[in-house]
């Protein structure tokens, strides 16, 4: 299967999020993906 998950943002509620689909919705992290958008000056 492809990406089903897109979760953006890294930080704190990002990784929870990921954790609590892996952990407890059987999403395979072949499944999902984190994106954290980088600003630079």
């Given amino acids: ?3 089903e998950w ?6 704190i509620h990002g990784v929870h999020i990921a954790a609590r689909l892996v952990g407890e919705a059987d999403v395979t992290p072949e499944r999902l993906r984190m994106w954290t958008p ?3 000056c």
């Fill in 1 to 3: 299967m492809g990406l």
């Fill in 6 to 11: 897109l979760i953006i943002g890294g930080g």
């Fill in 38 to 40: 980088v600003t630079r």
